[in-house]
């Protein structure tokens, strides 16, 4: 059914209004706060605290809780934000980008690496670093997911990141650069998230026993 005329244009105007506000909004959004670097840092003494305590329990917690947190994060932004994203209206995207990078900038890589440094030390008190072949093909196995997870993390998709939020708070942004990297970027988050559920299947493996 057809909608009158007066409320066909109500609702044209409507829409325009919502998108003009996606615009400034983001036009608004405040650069990248610093500030959280205190936050990391914190994180990092917590951390710090914990390998020099020794302590099984607090160690096992650390690597386990940012473990969940980081496998969780990243499965959720790859297989549920991501295509969200691809379906929104460029100034929803961008206003969902400018908001959502600059939080993911300074949470990734501090999950990151307290979860593999956690595990690093919690494997060594555990003794599982000494375990004989196979077993300690199992070992190998997370030392190498975990790396790469961690390299890639850092190296592709935080430099990502970063380019495609200043990128797009530009007044003109370049929207051809923009989609080489977010198609760099879905790759690299495919992949990514096919390594977070591999690490799952290890760690399955180290509780149920080597």
């Known amino acids: 059914m057809r909608l009158p005329y007066e409320f066909a244009t109500l609702r044209t105007v409507g829409e325009r209004i919502m998108s003009q506000a996606a615009i400034t909004g983001a036009a608004e959004v405040p650069g990248i706060d610093l500030r959280n670097l205190l936050w990391m840092a914190l994180a990092f003494a917590v951390l710090a605290a ?35 994203m691809r379906r ?40 599982l670093l000494d375990v004989p072949w196979p077993a300690y093909g199992w070992v190998a196995a997370a030392l190498v997911i975990v790396t790469v997870l961690t390299v890639q993390g850092l190296g592709v998709l935080l430099p990502t990141n970063l380019f495609v939020y200043l990128e797009m708070r530009k007044p003109a942004p370049d929207l051809p650069r923009i989609g080489r990297l977010m198609r760099r970027y879905v790759y690299a988050v495919a992949f990514q998230g096919t390594l977070q559920v591999a690490i799952i299947v290890v760690m399955a493996k180290f509780v149920t026993g080597l």
């Open 88 to 127: 929104l209206p460029p100034e929803a995207r961008r206003a969902m980008i400018l908001r959502l990078m600059p939080k993911t900038l300074f949470l990734m890589p501090t999950l990151s690496i307290i979860t593999g440094t956690a595990g690093w030390f919690h494997a060594r008190q555990l003794g």
């Open 50 to 84: 914990v390998i020099a305590l020794d302590n099984r329990w607090a160690l096992n917690f650390l690597h386990v809780m940012c473990g969940v947190l980081w496998t969780g994060i990243d499965l959720f932004m790859g297989f549920v934000v991501g295509p969200i």
